[in-house]
């Protein structure tokens, strides 16, 4: 186990080694409903973005791009929130979607991807479009659904971490591939929590209610 181990590590750049650490930091901090999630997505992403445009994936380099951005959007986010609610945490609810407004956006992403991966597999030589594509489309509206802290963002997550695997082992990210197994896992551990918070959330709010109507 040890050799196989140091084999790997050899395999590896110290560049990727920083970006798993940094990015396995993030969900972490995601799962905790940390603000400093966010700068550790962002440094992550910014160095993933030069390794996988090395590999030809272009739809993830773009995704670590748009990371960028949203890791800047999601702390400002959380801080403005937590400003105006005068609190420690983020200061955004919880908050749920209906099943047809999953349905709605798995069809219209599904869509998207194919249409997309098709153009890519035509007109340039990214590689591996089938799988790089929809899991790039599908993560940028995961992303958005943190940053939203809707919960089931994590049921996504699940999936979308589980295809990663596969696609990071197959072009060599070694420790990125062991990295998105750990995240599968962590992603059902980050559903449970925030199902918590969220349930919760739900016992303060109904009781605020029923103090509010029995005066």
């Given amino acids: 186990m040890s050799a196989w181990l140091t084999e790997l590590l050899a395999l590896t750049s110290q560049w990727e080694l920083l970006a798993v650490l940094l990015a396995a930091a993030y969900v972490v901090l995601a799962i905790r409903q940390s603000l400093w999630c966010w700068p550790a ?3 992550s992403a910014s160095i993933y973005t030069g390794l996988f445009i090395q590999g030809s994936l272009y739809m993830e380099s773009a995704l670590q791009l748009f990371y960028v951005v949203m890791a800047g959007y999601g702390f400002y ?3 403005s929130h937590r400003r105006q609610h005068s609190g420690s945490g983020p ?6 979607m209906g099943w047809r407004t999953h349905l709605l956006c798995l069809i219209g992403l599904t869509l998207l991807s194919t249409m997309l991966a098709w153009l890519l597999s035509r007109y340039t030589d990214a590689d ?9 489309v599908f993560s940028l509206f995961a992303t958005v659904l943190v940053a939203r802290r809707v919960l089931e963002n994590w049921l996504y997550w699940i999936v979308i971490d589980f295809a990663y695997v596969a696609l990071f082992w197959s072009k060599g990210f070694y420790p990125t591939a062991v990295l998105f197994a750990v995240y599968t896992l962590m992603a059902f551990i980050g559903y449970w929590r925030w199902r918590q918070s969220y349930q919760a959330q739900q016992r303060t709010d109904a009781g605020s209610l029923s103090e509010q109507y029995s005066y």
């Fill in 41 to 43: 997505a962002a440094i």
């Fill in 128 to 136: 591996m479009v089938w799988l790089d594509t929809p899991t790039t």
């Fill in 91 to 96: 200061g955004i609810a919880i908050t749920t």
């Fill in 77 to 79: 986010s959380w801080v």
